[in-house]
């Protein structure tokens, strides 16, 4: 099928940050987990791969935008350890986030296909609470329409664990280099608790960005997007940018805003 031609061309670096999906799909085959799991979504929305790579540029571009409208100038050079910490996060967990609730479709070349729903309590829900159908055959009850935005939260918690571990680890391990060539460099920002960012970003993705990203995948591209200017790509590429880069923008908007709320990115004193 034609549907399927898409994946071939599938970038190098759209493939390494889907390997968080293997967390969601019961399959001990690493790399076929990432392929299913990707041609299942391709399978619901035939512009997955190019909304993918979108979400991956505009995360890192609205985080940076968000920072800079939060701190300043001034401040995005003076605290540039949270600003650095702040994107590689956001670029890993936005992305894992529009991964992980994307709506799904059964793939009937696979006898043993295998991600397209997922159970709560031994109930079988969509992997977006607002798809018109579970593997392309039953219509979502509201109970299942319901537990779908509970499905997801401890592969998101998880996610966002690591994404906060992935973004501080590495900004402590540039912070000490730094130190280490740049003896007289003196960081304003103080040193950041990687557990309890670590918990809070968690919370955040399974919380905040398990929302967002059901409404905006679920709602705002299939039913009013893709609806109303399937007939007209140009206007509807546009349109998808700008709400994808809206929802980037409040997403990393919220997040800053929650850390500096916690005091978990403060200046020394």
């Known amino acids: 099928p034609r549907k399927w031609r898409r994946c ?3 970038p190098a670096l759209f493939i390494i940050l889907a390997t968080a999906s293997a967390w969601s799909v019961k399959n001990t085959n690493v790399a076929r987990a990432i392929s299913t799991g990707y041609q299942q979504r391709v399978a619901a929305d035939t512009r997955f791969p190019e909304k993918a790579v979108a979400e991956f540029l505009i995360a890192a571009g609205t985080q940076l935008t968000a920072e800079w409208n939060r701190r300043g100038t001034f401040g995005l050079k003076n605290e540039v350890d949270f600003v650095v910490a702040g994107v590689l996060t956001a670029c890993y967990g936005k992305f894992y986030s529009m991964w992980r609730v994307a709506p799904t479709e059964a793939l009937l070349r696979d006898d043993d296909d295998e991600g397209t729903s997922t159970k709560v309590v031994d109930i079988i829900v969509p992997t977006n609470a607002f798809q018109t159908t579970i593997d392309g055959q039953l219509v979502p009850t509201v109970q299942q329409r ?8 401890p592969a998101l918690f998880k996610a966002g664990c690591v994404a906060s571990l992935v973004g501080y680890g590495i900004t402590a391990i540039l912070i000490s280099l730094r130190s280490w060539l740049v003896p007289s460099y ?8 990687i557990f309890y960012a670590s918990l809070y970003t968690g919370t955040f993705m399974a919380v905040v960005s398990n929302l967002r990203y059901q409404v905006l995948q679920g709602i705002i591209e299939p039913r009013l997007l893709d609806k109303h200017l399937k ?14 880069l809206a929802n980037g923008l409040l997403g990393s908007a919220l997040a800053i805003a929650g850390m500096q709320a916690l005091r ?3 200046l020394k004193r």
């Open 8 to 10: 071939k061309g599938l």
């Open 264 to 266: 978990l990115q403060e």
């Open 186 to 193: 003196i960081a304003a920002t103080a040193n950041v608790n």
């Open 231 to 244: 007939r007209h790509p140009a206007l509807h590429a546009t349109a998808v940018f700008a709400v994808r």
């Open 146 to 153: 319901l537990l779908s935005f509970v499905a997801p939260v």
